[in-house]
């Protein structure tokens, strides 16, 4: 804080001086330091506030010493330079002077301080530095949302950053969905690497925060020192989700374990993912030692929303018909008698198909019907003297068509007249 009262109290003496003396001043350096980048050449550093008669004196001085590098320029010289600094090069147009510095950035930052001079009225000192900018795109960077305790997880990789004032710092900014911004500190994890007998840092800038609570798309833009002008940026949406599904195998082999799965909705999964488990085992894969104990019909239980506010949905497994029974009537038929057959179907989740098949010939018995979730009963007149004629009646999962899971046969007593 002292440091950077003593910098403003200095300003505030050299504007003092610059309004009674009109000395020339530094646009680049408003406040005593300029950053070179090593991305940019030349670096230019202009002069302004003296006339066209004026001679400009441009002075590089190493810090703590008295020796200076002495470049002046005269009102009738367009270029001029020092034969000891040849990376320096001073340009004149008029009443405008600019400073080039060709190359070697770093040998000088840190360890010089510029100033321009008319006479004896000199500019403040501008003390120099050297960065060069990290590379780093949106596409080096990831977000990793996390449902189980709402927190969202981003990183950043960069390339070939330095400060020569060993200065690195990282921020990420979220945005989105009408809410107020949110800026979050992040940590920095940087190697030293030399290329070109010159120093950089690789690394990554990470961070950790809460996740937003309003549904809506978000964005979270890095800001990192030393960077690329571009800010790298990715996003997130925030989606509550829907129902959870169950899905056990199509064909499955009535020896075997089956492995039924606790699923997200496929149309609204959610954002963040949820937590999926089956009730009571804390697994969202459930294996089912045999076919009869699918029966038991246990909960997929899903869970989603920052602690506290919770959401919790659950869905039954697709399971049943446990039975599948013919109501019929008792005793034997006669010729011309109508027969009533209702297939009783129970416990089946979410529904059941029933198909009538019998083995009785010709067209008149209406039994053999397709496949169909309403069709429950079947009526028909016995026209023949047939004997143990039968009627079957059998019973799917409507999520498993390929899977029986019960069937029961009436066979046809003719009585004979």
């Known amino acids: 804080m002292r440091r950077y009262e003593s910098l403003l109290f200095t300003l505030f003496l050299w504007m003092v001086v610059a309004s009674v003396k009109g000395a020339a001043n530094i ?28 001679t400009v004196t441009w002075s590089v001085k190493a810090k703590g010493t008295l020796d200076k590098n002495l470049i002046s320029c005269r009102p009738n010289q367009s270029f001029s330079y020092n034969s000891s600094e040849r990376d320096l090069l001073v340009g004149r147009t008029g009443n405008v002077s600019q400073l080039y510095i060709l190359n070697e950035y770093r040998l000088r930052a840190g360890r010089a301080s510029i100033q321009c001079s008319i006479g ?6 501008c003390d120099v530095e050297a960065v060069n900018p990290a590379s780093m795109t949106s596409s080096d960077c990831q977000l990793v949302m996390r449902n189980d305790d709402w927190t969202v997880l981003g ?5 070939g950053a330095y400060s020569t004032q060993d200065i690195y710092t990282c921020s990420w900014h979220q945005q989105g969905a009408g809410q ?4 979050t500190a992040g940590g920095i994890n940087k190697t030293k690497i030399v290329k070109n007998q010159a120093e950089y840092y690789n690394g990554m800038c990470s961070f950790t925060s ?21 800010k790298p940026s990715v996003g997130v949406t925030i989606q509550r989700p829907g ?8 064909l499955i082999n009535t020896t075997e374990n089956i492995h039924c799965h606790c699923l997200p909705n496929p149309t609204t999964p959610g954002s963040p993912l949820p937590t999926l488990q089956w009730r009571g085992l804390g697994s969202s894969e459930r294996v089912i030692p045999d076919i009869t104990a699918l029966n038991i019909a246990p909960l997929c239980q899903l869970t989603w929303g920052p ?31 109508v027969l009533p057959l209702v297939c009783s179907v129970s416990n089946a989740y979410p529904d059941a198909t029933v ?22 009963s079947c009526t028909f007149t016995v026209q023949n003297f047939h004997n143990r004629e039968s009627v079957t009646c059998t019973g799917r999962n409507t999520e498993y068509p390929e899977r029986l899971f019960g069937s029961d046969t009436y066979e046809i007593l003719l009585a004979c007249e």
């Open 355 to 376: 198909k009538w098949t019998s083995t009785m010939s010709g067209n008149s018995y209406p039994c053999d019907e397709p496949e169909t979730t309403s069709t429950r």
């Open 180 to 183: 107020p911004s949110v800026e």
């Open 120 to 125: 004896t009225g000199n500019t403040m000192p």
């Open 210 to 230: 809460s996740l937003p609570t309003v549904e809506g798309d978000y964005s979270y833009t890095v800001d990192f020192f030393p960077g690329p002008d571009t």
């Open 307 to 337: 602690p506290g506010q919770q959401v919790e949905l659950s869905t039954k497994l697709a399971d049943g018909p446990e039975r599948v029974f013919i109501i019929r009537p008792g005793g034997s038929l006669v010729v011309g008698e």
């Open 155 to 159: 990183n950043c990789s960069f390339v």
């Open 243 to 250: 129902l959870p599904v169950t899905r056990c195998p199509e």
């Open 27 to 54: 646009t680049e350096c408003p406040l005593g330091g300029v950053m070179l980048r090593e991305d940019r050449y030349p670096a230019i550093l202009t002069c302004q506030g003296f006339s066209d008669t004026d």
